[in-house]
């Protein structure tokens, strides 16, 4: 049912009234984004007349759909990766395929090895862990080093911001609908082109542009690595525990396709392709292959874990707040005014997602926390538009997210720090490869939704 005109501008008021009290109850008044996302969604249901015990279903309604499946696969991811970091597995990975290719290819095995640690370890913890090697390497070769940081960056941050093993675009995939097999899919294929403008093409052009020195007298302490493990992972094990996620997760798109859909064969790969089984299974060989063999003890490895789970718990709060928002914007029938408003403009689904998300990036600073709120502005308006590709809408939401890095990022200052640059240098390589990536991203995905 079509709202009256006057109904759809004041809902439409309503909507950049809120958005505006949540930037800045964040922003100026220093509010955690949980909190900001509550109450601005209490605030949304009121003043657009929805009855109290209806903004008390949303809420509940709103956080525990979204958190069913997300809160897995956000918690279980970070201990994946926890195990990862702790065993040395990421530096196994990084030295092998720098020795593999050859010095010449350095920065192409530092983008490849980036891409997959990206994967199921998140950004900061990886940036820190893996900072050192190209440190070593910029001073064996004395060349700048952000001909090796930026390939590490550019890997880094386009396999955590498009890749549903992430809390962002997991959050996101779980707001719009989207199909998680495809979304991972898309996503590995995205991230390609990306991680390469901006890593190994941007990344050479300023890189012969801005001589950087690695900082002398910095290294990073690494948390949990106190316990030193009898002995290395091998890099097949490593790579292993990689990629059995997206094995998985790729025969549950593709078997279902070759085969009945009622057929054994496609039920069971349906269920160990779903993201969250996918996942856990990669955890536990990780467990034994990273873990138990290597020697850590139970009691370490617990201690382990539950330090990544609970470096997760206030992001799993803040995606579920905005499961809460979304919800409102849904019951209150503001979802269909911004419809009949888009409908007006005819503007592309697919360029108001990537709009609104990177409007949020820049005003939050944080990758996860703006796909995942962006995700719950326009997921309602998806609901109209049936034929749009929900995975494609998430990826313009996750390209979106990513798209640029300033003073308000804490990312910016610890590329900054690790990297010994002054802040104009970090908006011209740092910040200007986020940018490019975008941009490439959302091209990306354009061309492949002329074809799907």
């Not at 600073?365 to 962006?374: E, H, L």
């Amino acid at each position: 049912m079509t709202a009256h005109p006057s109904a759809n501008t004041l809902f439409l008021l309503a909507t950049l009234f809120v958005v505006g009290l949540m930037l800045f109850l964040i922003l100026y008044c220093k509010i955690h984004a949980f909190f900001a996302l509550l109450f601005s969604s209490l605030t949304l249901g009121l003043i657009t007349g929805m009855p109290p015990h209806a903004i008390v279903n949303s809420f509940q309604k709103g956080i525990g759909e979204l958190l069913g499946s997300t809160s897995t696969i956000i918690a279980v991811g970070a201990v994946m990766g926890r195990l990862i970091e702790i065993s040395g597995g990421g530096e196994v990975i990084a030295r092998t395929m720098i020795r593999l290719l050859g010095d010449k290819r350095i920065p192409w095995a530092i983008l490849v090895f980036a891409y997959l640690i990206g994967i199921p370890v998140f950004f900061d913890v990886a940036f820190i862990t893996f900072v050192p090697l190209v440190w070593n390497i910029s001073q064996a070769t004395k060349k700048s080093l952000l001909l090796y940081v930026l390939p590490l960056l550019s890997g880094l941050m386009t396999s955590f911001g498009l890749i549903p093993t992430n809390p962002g675009p997991a959050a996101a995939s779980q707001l719009l609908g989207a199909d998680l097999g495809k979304t991972v899919l898309y996503g590995l294929a995205i991230a390609v082109p990306m991680a390469i403008a901006g890593g190994i093409l941007y990344g050479g052009w300023i890189g012969r542009r801005i001589f950087v020195q690695a900082p002398e007298n910095l290294m990073p302490k690494v948390e949990g690595a106190e316990e030193a493990v009898s002995r290395r992972p091998s890099f097949r094990a490593v790579l292993g525990v990689v990629l059995l996620p997206i094995v998985l997760i790729g025969l549950g798109v593709l078997v279902p396709l070759r085969f009945p859909i009622g057929s054994k064969f496609a039920v069971w790969a349906k269920f160990v392709g779903y993201p969250p089984i996918a996942l856990l299974s990669a955890t536990a060989l990780a467990l034994v292959v990273l873990g138990l063999r290597l020697g850590f003890r139970p009691a370490a490895l617990m201690h382990h874990t539950t330090g990544a789970l609970n470096s997760v718990g206030s992001l799993i709060l803040i995606i579920g707040a905005s499961g809460a928002f979304k919800q409102i914007v849904v019951d209150s029938g503001v979802g269909s005014s911004i419809v009949n408003f888009i409908v007006s403009t005819s503007i592309s689904p697919l360029l108001m997602a990537y709009l609104v998300a990177a409007v949020l990036r820049i005003a939050f600073g944080s990758t996860a926390a703006a796909i995942a709120t962006a995700g719950g502005i326009v997921a309602p308006i998806v609901m109209f538009f049936p034929n749009v590709n929900r995975s494609l809408m998430v990826m313009a939401v996750a390209t979106g997210g990513s798209v640029f890095a300033y003073v308000n990022d804490g990312g910016f200052w610890m590329v900054k720090v690790y990297c010994g640059m002054s802040v104009s240098q970090t908006l011209k390589t740092y910040s200007m490869m986020k940018l490019v990536t975008s941009l490439v991203g959302f091209l990306a995905l354009w061309i492949i939704s002329l074809f799907v």
